[in-house]
């Protein structure tokens, strides 16, 4: 059993049971950046897992969804998690996480959500405890479109230069923010992406 604590503005999600596997054809190369770093890169992505999930970008709600990537020469790790009204039921929320690595290769995977508010046992149970925590792919669609200015953006604000990376880009709601960090050592950089989409912003 696999479980995650996801913390949102306004509710914690427990992902409690590993519902389903799918295997996806057509791994492609081993990744080197982080999905969504080139044009069009994440949305064909988030287009792949709904389509895995039964559903599409014009129907579904979101939670939240997230690019990571780890560094890890001859083995680097590329995730993409989104959070969802589950297509069958908006009473429940489902995840999808699909991980490209060496030896596990472009694999999704489903898990069943339950929703709580941070005192982890209130439960949120109907569409209605949580439909204002949700957005939808218009909502976010210009801030995609733009994911490979805020890594650019991203990476020379951080002053790493040849060995930073991108390790994070999750949108929620309320919240958007970008992460960089060190090839060589464990330090990282985070930037929040402006309201209006324009870029990220850099601390005063």
């Not at 009473?91 to 996480?97: A, G, P």
């Not at 991108?166 to 330090?187: L, R």
Request: proline content about 5%.
């Amino acid at each position: 059993m696999k479980k995650v604590l996801i913390k949102s503005l306004c509710a914690i999600f427990l992902a409690s049971i590993s519902a389903a596997s799918c295997q996806m054809l057509n791994p492609g190369p081993l990744p080197e950046n982080i999905v969504g770093d080139t044009p069009g890169e994440l949305q064909a992505k988030i287009g792949d897992i709904l389509s895995q999930a039964g559903t599409d970008s014009t129907k579904v709600e979101f939670a939240e969804i997230t690019t990571s990537f780890i560094y890890k020469p001859g083995d680097h790790i590329a995730n993409v998690k989104i959070q969802i009204v589950s297509p069958s039921d908006k009473n429940k929320m489902e995840e999808y996480l699909w991980t490209d690595m060496k030896d596990r290769r472009n694999m999704c995977e489903k898990f069943d959500l339950i929703v709580s508010t941070r005192l982890e046992s209130d439960l949120i149970d109907t569409y209605e405890g949580y439909k204002d925590m949700l957005f939808t792919y218009n909502d976010i669609k210009p801030y995609l479109d733009k994911l490979p200015l805020y890594c650019n953006e991203a990476l020379e604000a951080s002053g790493y230069k040849e060995n930073a990376y991108i390790d994070n880009f999750t949108i929620s709601k309320d919240d958007m923010y970008i992460s960089v960090k060190h090839k060589d050592g464990n330090i990282s950089k985070t930037y929040r992406i402006s309201p209006d989409g324009s870029g990220i912003v850099i601390p005063q």
